[in-house]
Nanobody, 123 residues
C-alpha cells in the first residue's frame, strides 16, 4: 500500500507559477514510476506528466510542454511539478499517482492515487 499526499496548490494569476509536491509513504518509492494528472470541472481526468523511477525519463502532455517540469527526489520520497506560465485552462484538481514499471499516460494503469490539490488560475 502506498499513500500519496499532494501539496502546493492554490490561487495564482495567469502567467504566474506554482510548485506542487507529492509525498509518498513507501519504502520502495524509488521502484515506482510516478505521474501527475488533472481534472477540471465537468471533464475527465487527464494526463499531465510522468517520470520514471530514477528521473531519467519523463513525458509531458502537449498542453504543458515547455511550461511544466516534473522531477523527483527519491531520498525524500517526493515528486514535484513546477508549473510556470500558468493559464486559466490549467485550472483543475491535480492528482499524483504511482505505478510499478514504465511510464504510462493512461489513468487506469496507475495503482495508487493521492486526494488531489486544487490549482486555480485567474485571468
Amino acid at each position: 500500500q502506498v499513500q500519496l499526499v499532494e501539496s502546493g496548490g492554490g490561487l495564482v494569476q495567469a502567467g504566474g507559477s506554482l510548485r506542487l509536491a507529492c509525498a509518498a509513504s513507501a519504502r520502495t518509492f524509488s521502484g515506482y514510476a510516478m505521474g501527475w494528472f488533472r481534472q477540471a470541472p465537468g471533464k475527465e481526468r487527464e494526463f499531465v506528466a510522468a517520470i520514471n523511477w530514477n528521473g531519467g525519463s519523463t513525458n509531458y502532455a502537449d498542453s504543458v510542454k515547455g511550461r511544466f517540469t516534473i522531477s523527483r527526489d527519491n531520498a525524500k520520497n517526493t515528486m514535484y511539478l513546477q508549473m510556470n506560465s500558468l493559464k486559466s485552462e490549467d485550472t483543475a484538481v491535480y492528482y499524483c499517482a504511482v505505478r510499478l514499471g514504465l511510464i504510462r499516460t493512461e489513468t487506469y494503469r496507475y495503482d495508487y492515487w493521492g486526494q488531489g490539490t486544487q490549482v486555480t488560475v485567474s485571468s
